[in-house]
């Protein structure tokens, strides 16, 4: 009977474990988003005590599982045994229960202090972080005294669905129309204290390489710490469930060199260059205005309006559009970068044009005020998102009036908006 | 309220079944009024400057509660309890009449304590707090309101049994407990109003600006 | 006193005369077929009818389930809209656990509870049937809002002008099973007619009302079996006596009068701002969130061990069984299960490691955590105990209950990963989190129970499901499932958060989701075949002896299927496992003289805890029509609650009847006891 059993189970079994160590080769462990691979202080504490615990239960694995297979192979009844129950009541053996119990509360001991010494540590910038860390110390600029003696801050704001960040002790805010709209830029090598706001639901800011999630609570003020201590190109994602394009709201994390964080600091503060008149850019400027796109984005040194959508300025610097989700780059180039690179996943290869503007039209297109290139609104890219549902905003009737973008409309707006490095 | 089990040997305990189901509810509703009072706490100490007047001033939450109102509403439903204990022992001793007499009198006194609180409802919401305009506003109705509602049941519980001890059949040990179990709950949602007396009224006043507060304007949310 | 059992015992209730209650109505006793399953008070045929439900809203959700694993199943998928797919996996979560397993492990409670403890039925019959109907009221209430977003998507209700004014038209619930506010809840200032604005529509409304219904029914359920269980105990069956299984009924009960009201209350403050414009949770006006988080999860982690404990019981009673052996430290088992109990409820800010609650409770409630893996890593010891030196005979239960401690024992080890917050902080709301609790509540619970339902199906209907179908369709259900879930702990570690939609080709997850899915397909095949072996047995599968597996607890003494007064004389009980150390040991099984001729008393059928439940189908129906802004819906909630006290009252009213059934005479050898043994007394 059993062994009829073991080998039924075995005939499902063998190709488990077939897939299994197939797969484990294809398992690569420093995949964009893997939290496995860390690269700064923050991950590298949580992947510790991630690892603390695995050998833990590695070991419980085997010996309670090995007793479990033991057990049911050793005590399995023999063909023709037909004695009866053992009858007695099952007291147990108080010895063996107190020292299972005893070893039990051991072995938590192992993964516990490790857990709290983390807790700790990954609550805010560690004290002997904060010398190397502080402004004056690194940031070539010059900056106010008390500034200076403080560690770099970004100001992560959610919103259904993308991220805007700000750097307060830089000047890089939304009122003073420099905020950074899905893609955050640290220096390496250095803490960041990360605050927390959300303006609608909950969302939660998660790097895995550089640190993991904390949430964006709306009528709290939530904090972090973070430091990247390899330069390059990182993904994140928001990873609390906001609403129906929560799958769509990513974001990314570029780490610079100190020097190169200054100058673009420096970059982020200047207004868009003025555009060439009478080419199909200025066209699109002028689209950019007389469809209402004005009223929520900021554009540095032509539209200094909005302030509820993502900052324009830089935009076509960006690699990646709409909540990071449609990535202006190359594909293909960045596929073949990171299958090659010695840096996996943390290099980028530059921004496409020819991508880039297809996104553009892409998600212009499908937001609800403009026709794709055959004059049929195009799939929605980010279903629900703010560009969509104008209603919410009291300007009921746009979409009837004014906001129908013919294919040659979107091709210039698309113009315009790639001249804004 | 149902009497399936009256038919049944003696149970286990010794405690009738419907008596320990009550009991079992209770200790049930003493977490469902724990939530609301820890909700109406919480805030309080989060937001400790009071409310909004109609006239648009922060004002102190002392300003809005007539204290000396709910003492005698309080002091009313305290009463109910006592006229409650003694239909149930005129109830144990088959006295009908005098069950008759004492359950008017709970279901008199109950109707008293709502009717104060419908007054202070309505007083509270002239003088500019209502459940949308502030947190204070959303649990202060939602937890007193919910305890209304209890005082309510058990009034509706009540008339229920006294026409039906017309009936003839609200009689003997039966109905004794069916009274009991009824008195239960009424002594139960006393003292849960005690402590909503204390917890949401008397704690104000511990102090020129309550327990929560120490001066205004703190905070305009 | 309004007893009406003075009738002469009749041999069957179809042999009674038409009899009027104290209403004048005509009490629905002699009815059979489908009135008299309508109206049933008698516990096995609730415990039935709650079976059935169970398994209808484990396919449905199974089918959600489905629908989602295909829409993973490759990048950039478009098989679901992005709205469409938040429905799914919300409406998965909620079913499986508020209509799936909940009512199975009530279906366990109802049947087996009055039989393992040699009472006849519940403490109260008639709201027993009431916590069936309002569960059955609740769970449709909950998937209506299918209907209408399916309406919806038709364009029926276009024309309507209630409809052209909604903002959000999401008519199933889109907002998660945890329901976080303020996705859940409002925004903003009220308006004049007390909306706020709001993140989602009247999906939400239909959640909300669906779970209050059902807690209502979980509680009503809960007081009954506490009741039963510490009253209505046979005479020797003392606490220490009782079966493990309906020790863990216990503890669950308490678990739901504690830990639902929390969720009740916090539904009807989330209730309050949606529908009246209240601040309970609208960060715009001071609420504060994460009191939402608070209150669901001081419910939802009790909840968890809601479901487990009662297939942690189901397993403790098929693992004695067919090891010949019994249960290894009853005494601790039954103390760790109250103690899991307990620490359940000082664990639920585990759940909220990321919401920043500050070091020093991160700290405390890691450590709880960690703490309550001791007595459930006592559980896993002290069932090794007793396999240990045991005869272990492989049956579908068997296997089945062996398959719960491993899977559980995976499910518990990655929970333990959990407990160490730092990690968890990567692991939160990632695929990691989605096969850990996979492993514990399929793995572990499903598992316990399809166990529980091939180990007592023969009582139940008194015939054998069939073993090689069984054998497959567990070897389908463990392969599967271990294939569906087993990758997303890599999907999780590299980087996947949960309740996605989808996801772009080139960040690794593509290959190991495609085969979650064609885990996921096979886990289906091999439930729908075990569901379906179970169907057909109770119908056409082979008849069986009353106590097919050598039983321990005294249901197997028992006839198959149960007659309706369970015990023809109630016994008197001597030792834990009763019915073995009658069968085998020295301490037999007494009877006291009742029944026989002279009857047991047997409670009255009644309509009205349907009536009063019913009142609960017209306010689920109405609370979410006033939300769509329906003209008068109000009304359809008022004539519900109208409805409802009506149903109680009539039920006050009209007094609890009964008729006393004749029994077999009296005989001192129970049905079932081996020949063998027989003889010995």
């Known amino acids: ?219 709290r003020k939530n904090r972090m710490w973070i430091q990247a201590d390899q330069v390059g190109h990182y993904y994140g994602q928001c990873a609390e469930f906001c609403g129906d394009s929560h799958a769509y709201m990513l974001f990314r994390v570029e780490v610079l060199e100190p020097a190169d964080f200054a100058k673009w600091v420096a970059a982020q503060k200047a207004d868009a260059a003025p555009v060439a008149a009478g080419s199909k850019a200025e066209q699109g400027k002028n689209l950019f205005a007389a469809k209402s796109c004005v009223m929520c984005h900021n554009v540095g040194g032509h539209f200094g309006a909005g302030a509820f959508g993502p900052d324009l300025t830089h935009l076509a610097s960006r690699k990646s559009l709409a909540g990071a989700w449609l990535d202006n780059r190359d594909p293909k180039a960045q596929r073949a970068l990171e299958q090659t690179s010695p840096l996996g996943t943390e290099a980028s290869v530059p921004v496409d044009r020819a991508t880039f503007k297809a996104n553009l039209i892409k998600w212009i297109g499908s937001s609800g005020i403009a026709a794709g290139a055959d004059g049929q609104p195009t799939k929605d890219v980010k279903p629900g998102n703010r560009m969509h549902y104008y209603k919410m905003f009291n300007v009921a009737g746009l979409r009837e009036t004014h906001q129908k973008l013919t294919a040659d409309e979107l091709d210039a707006l698309a113009e315009y908006l790639l001249t804004l490095k | 309220m149902s009497q399936d089990a009256a038919h049944h040997a003696p149970t286990s305990t010794g405690i009738d079944h419907k008596k320990l189901i009550m009991w079992l509810f209770l200790a049930s509703d003493c977490m469902f009024f724990g939530t609301l009072i820890s909700t109406h706490l919480l805030y309080r100490k989060l937001y400790p400057t009071g409310f909004t007047d109609a006239e648009g001033h922060q004002q102190f939450v002392q300003k809005l509660f007539n204290i000396e109102l709910t003492s005698f509403s309080t002091f009313i439903l305290l009463m109910s309890s006592f006229l409650m204990a003694l239909a149930v022992s005129a109830m144990h001793k088959g006295q009908l009449k005098s069950f008759r007499r004492n359950v008017v009198g709970v279901i008199f006194f109950g109707l008293i304590f709502l009717g104060c609180q419908v007054y202070e409802f309505t007083h509270f919401y002239h003088q500019g707090l209502t459940i949308q305009n502030s947190v204070l506003g959303s649990t202060f109705y939602v937890l007193t309101g919910t305890h209304g509602t209890h005082v309510a049941i058990g009034i509706l519980w009540l008339v229920m049994l006294y026409f039906y001890s017309f009936t003839g059949k609200l009689g003997g040990h039966v109905g004794a407990l069916d009274v009991e179990v009824a008195g239960l709950y009424w002594h139960f949602v006393d003292i849960v109003w005690i402590i909503i007396f204390t917890a949401v009224y008397l704690v104000e006043y511990l102090g020129p600006s309550g327990i929560w507060g120490n001066g205004l304007p703190v905070l305009a949310k | 006193m309004s007893h009406d059992a003075h009738h002469a015992p009749v041999a069957s209730k179809l042999e009674l005369a038409p009899e009027r209650s104290d209403l004048g109505l005509y009490r629905p006793d002699r009815t059979r077929g489908l009135l008299d399953w309508l109206t049933t008070v008698d516990h096995k045929k609730i415990g039935v009818l709650y079976g059935a439900f169970a398994m209808l809203y484990f396919l449905i959700g199974g089918l959600e389930a489905l629908a989602i694993r295909t829409q993973l199943a490759r990048p950039d998928q478009t098989f679901v809209t992005a709205r469409m797919y938040n429905q799914l996996f919300t409406m998965h979560g909620t079913t499986m656990i508020f209509l799936g397993v909940m009512p199975l492990s009530a279906a366990f409670f109802n049947f087996l509870v009055p039989l393992q403890i040699g009472a006849r039925d519940v403490a109260f019959p008639r709201l027993n049937a009431f916590s069936l109907w309002a569960f059955v009221f609740g769970a449709f209430v909950l998937n209506a809002s299918w209907l209408f977003e399916f309406g919806h998507l038709a364009g029926w209700f276009d024309g309507f002008a209630w409809h052209q004014a909604l903002t959000y038209t999401d008519f199933a619930p889109a907002n998660g099973w945890f329901s976080y506010a303020p996705l859940s809840g409002t925004f903003g200032q009220a308006n004049a007619a007390l909306q706020a604005p709001r993140f989602t529509g009247v999906g939400t409304d239909f959640w909300i009302i669906g779970i209050q219904i059902l807690g209502v029914a979980s509680l009503a359920a809960s007081f009954n079996f506490i009741c039963t269980i510490i009253n209505m105990r ?320 005294l249901e197997w003494s028992l006839p198959s299927p149960v007659p309706e007064y369970n015990f023809a004389q109630s016994p008197v009980v001597s030792a834990r496992d009763a019915f073995t150390e009658h069968k085998h040991g020295t301490k037999r099984i007494a009877y006291e003289a009742d029944g026989g001729e002279a009857g047991v008393h047997m409670p009255s059928q009644s309509w009205m805890p349907m009536l009063a439940a019913g009142g609960f189908l017209f306010i689920g129906f109405g609370m979410p029509m006033m939300a769509m802004g329906i003209p008068h819906a109000g009304w359809i909630v008022v004539s519900g609650v109208a409805v409802l006290f009506a149903g109680i009252w009539f039920w006050a009213l009209e007094g609890p009847g009964g008729y006393m059934l004749k029994t077999p005479a009296v005989s001192p050898t129970p049905a079932g006891t081996p020949a063998a043994s027989t003889s010995a007394h």
């Open chain 3, 234 to 553: 046979a005479k020797g069956m003392t606490m220490m006596r009782l079966p493990v299984f309906t020790w863990m009924t216990l503890v669950t009960s308490f678990l739901i009068i504690l830990a639902f009201p929390a969720i009740t209350v916090a539904l009807i403050e989330l209730m309050f701002d949606r529908q009246f414009g209240a601040n309970f949770f609208n960060p715009s006006a001071g609420g504060q969130p994460v009191l939402w988080q608070h209150l669901f999860w001081i419910f939802g982690h009790p909840e968890v061990y809601i479901l487990v404990l009662p297939a942690m019981g189901i397993v403790s009673e098929i693992l004695p069984t067919f090891s010949g052996k019994a249960l290894f430290g009853y005494p601790i088992i039954v103390f760790s299960g109250a103690v899991i109990g307990f620490l359940g409820f000082a664990v639920w800010s585990h759940h909220m490691f990321t919401t920043g609650l500050g070091p020093v409770p991160t700290a405390a409630f890691a450590l709880l955590t960690m703490a309550i893996a001791v007595p459930t890593g006592v559980k896993i010891f002290n069932w090794l105990g007793t396999i240990w030196g045991g005869r272990i005979r492989f049956t579908p239960p068997m296997v089945l209950a062996l398959g719960f401690i491993w899977m559980f024992m995976c499910g518990g080890f990655s929970g333990v990963m959990h407990s160490a917050a730092p990690a968890d902080s990567q692991q939160q709301d990632s695929y990691f989190v989605i096969a850990h609790f996979h492993y514990v509540l399929l793995g572990g619970v499903l598992l316990g129970l399809m166990a529980g339902l091939y180990f007592w199906f023969p009582k139940i209907f008194g015939r054998m499901p069939n073993a090689t179908v069984a054998y497959v369709a567990s070897g389908l259900v463990i392969l599967g499932f271990n294939l569906a879930f087993g990758p997303m702990h890599y999907l999780g570690l590299a980087g996947q958060p949960r309740r996605t939609h989808t996801y772009h080709a080139g960040n690794g997850w593509e290959d190991w989701n495609f085969v979650a899915t064609v885990g996921a397909f096979i886990l289906g095949i091999g439930v729908f075949m075990a569901f379906a072996n179970l169907v057909y047995t109770a119908f056409k599968g082979p008849k069986c002896s009353s106590d097919p597996w050598d039983g321990r607890t």
């Open chain 1, 1 to 219: 009977m059993f062994s009829r059993l073991l080998s039924r189970l075995g005939l499902f079994a063998a190709p488990l474990f077939a897939l299994v160590a197939a797969g484990c080769s294809k398992a690569d462990l420093t995949v964009r988003q893997s939290t496995l691979d860390p690269k700064g202080p923050v991950a590298q504490m949580q992947y510790d005590v991630f690892m603390d615990t695995v050998w833990l239960v590695v070991v419980l694995f085997v010996l309670v599982g090995g007793l479990l297979v033991y057990a049911v192979v050793r005590f399995r009844s023999r063909p023709g045994e037909t004695a009866a129950p053992i009858v007695e009541e099952g007291h147990g053996n108080p010895l063996v229960e107190i020292g299972l119990i005893t070893a039990s509360i051991g072995a938590l001991v192992f993964i516990a202090v490790p857990t709290l010494s983390a807790i700790w540590y990954t609550d805010d910038v560690p004290a002997e972080s904060v010398p190397k860390s502080k402004l004056s110390a690194w940031y070539g600029q010059p900056l106010d005294k008390a500034v200076a003696e403080q560690v770099l801050e970004i100001d992560v704001i959610g919103k259904q669905w993308w991220f805007r960040f700000e750097y307060p002790q830089l000047g890089l805010t939304n009122d003073a129309k420099h905020s950074v709209p899905n893609e955050m830029v640290i220096p390496k090598g250095v803490a960041v204290r990360i605050n927390l706001r959300s303006e609608d639901v909950i969302h939660s800011f998660w790097i895995p390489k550089i640190a993991g999630k904390v949430d964006l609570m709306p009528g």
